[in-house]
């Protein structure tokens, strides 16, 4: 196959992951860095909540990608559709091939909206939104506000997702709105979560609880929204596991969020570990392919058992890049990464809990003196402002 062009470091994605580690390994001294991505935009998806709830403008998650690419990083503006690691190449969709000495593979993940049935054709009429999509996470502020009175679903599906928080954080939003208009009494706010408590550390799910109890939100735990019918405005929940029974409800407004999985391209390739999510096979603690030891991932992308967010991002880039170093120069790998994640959960248009946690789900405050299973006020201000800031400003130039 006819080779396009050769780059030491090849880099699939400049989304969130793509960029952090294109900065950090250009600080590091690498001057032959490529990343192929094909959107002109470049989002912080992690404020596509605030939007949802009305606390933040869909303009202010989105800028050019060539204003977040690092200076001196070759920028291919491509799709890629295929790996071959043996050969040391990646090809784009319209057959343009790279090598590379080392890839780092972080397209992110694919929303698989056909995998509920109804819901790819609900989304986005009939009252049926979803933060999960710039496009739309305006719109779920528009449906919350036409909602005055009856019922209103919001689901989580089972299966890894990015950000496990956010389909409920919207939820606490959306009736700390209602109840400030007077009308939350009116609503009959159902929570859909596949897993048994709202949070998989019991400190912090009794204090979403709380929460939950306070709004009146009415929780469906082990359960999962498994088909959706916008004309007739209801949706089907199935009780998570064997042989489990169906149930129907009634919505005004629904916000859906999507099974997710690895895109089908990385899903088909020989990176993939091969089960059904498709994720890219890496230590969990390396991020070193398992196969290919010049190949490394990280992002939502990887097959990594740390909760998808940015947040992890942040602790996986400088893993990779040091181990991108130790591999090119023939070293044992020396960093490690542990699992650290957080998930910021707002719990009203002004508190939020900052869950920070590794593998092991012990709980890793940057804040100790907050209470970490606590909901807290400025705390609110860190997601609002605080940590957009940082994004822009300092992760992606690899300075945290
Ligand atoms: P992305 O940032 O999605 O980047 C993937 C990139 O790959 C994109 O630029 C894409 O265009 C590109 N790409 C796609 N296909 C190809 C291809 N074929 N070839 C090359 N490139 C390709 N995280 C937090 O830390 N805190 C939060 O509060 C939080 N809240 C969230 C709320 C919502 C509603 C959502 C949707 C996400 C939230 N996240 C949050 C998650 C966070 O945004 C992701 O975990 C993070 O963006 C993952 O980074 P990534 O680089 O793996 O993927």
């Known amino acids: 196959m006819a080779i396009t062009a050769k780059h030491q470091i090849v880099i699939v994605g400049g989304g969130t992951a ?190 979403l609880d709380k929460v939950i109890a306070k709004y009146g939100i009415q929780l469906h735990t082990l359960s999962e929204v498994t088909a959706v019918d916008g004309e007739a405005k209801k949706v089907t929940v199935t009780a998570v596991g064997e042989g489990g029974t169906d149930t129907t409800l009634a919505f005004d407004m629904l916000h859906a969020v999507p099974p997710q999985s690895a895109p089908d391209w990385v899903k088909s390739s020989p990176l993939s570990t091969g089960d059904s999510n498709g994720y890219v096979e890496v230590d969990k603690f390396t991020l070193q392919h398992t196969r290919f030891p010049n190949v490394f991932s990280l992002g939502d992308v990887a097959a990594t058992p740390n909760s998808k967010t940015g947040a992890a991002v942040r602790k996986q880039a400088p893993v990779v890049v040091a181990n991108i170093a130790d591999h090119l120069e023939g070293r044992p790998l020396s960093a490690h990464y542990d699992g650290y994640s957080s998930c910021p959960i707002v719990t009203s248009s002004h508190d939020m809990l900052l869950a920070e946690f590794d593998y092991d789900m012990h709980l890793t405050p940057s804040f100790p003196f907050l209470d970490p299973t606590k909901p807290h006020r400025p705390y609110w201000y860190v997601k609002k402002y605080g940590l957009p800031w940082l994004y822009w400003n300092l992760m992606l130039k690899g300075l945290v």
Request: aromatic share 10%.
């Open 18 to 207: 793509g960029i952090t580690v294109a900065a950090r390994l250009r600080r590091a001294g690498y001057t032959d860095v490529a990343v192929i991505e094909p959107s002109n935009d470049h989002y912080y998806q992690p404020l596509w909540t605030l939007v949802g709830g009305g606390r933040a403008s869909a303009e202010s998650t989105v800028r050019p990608e060539h204003s977040v690419m690092p200076k001196g990083v070759t920028w291919i503006r491509n799709a890629v559709s295929a790996f071959d690691p043996a050969a040391n190449t990646v090809t784009c969709t319209d057959g343009e091939t790279y090598e590379y000495d080392a890839l780092v593979v972080a397209p992110g993940i694919q929303l698989d909206w056909n995998r509920t049935e109804g819901l790819e054709e609900a989304v986005g009429r009939n009252g049926v939104s979803s933060n999960y999509r710039f496009d739309l996470a305006s719109r779920t502020w528009e449906f919350i506000q036409n909602t005055r009175s009856g019922s209103a679903v919001f689901m989580m599906p089972s299966g890894p997702i990015k950000c496990g928080g956010a389909p409920q954080k919207i939820a606490y939003l959306a009736s700390d709105y209602w109840r400030k208009q007077g009308v939350l009494d009116k609503i009959d706010v159902h929570l859909v979560l596949p897993t048994p408590r709202a949070f998989g550390i019991p400190e912090i799910a009794d204090n």
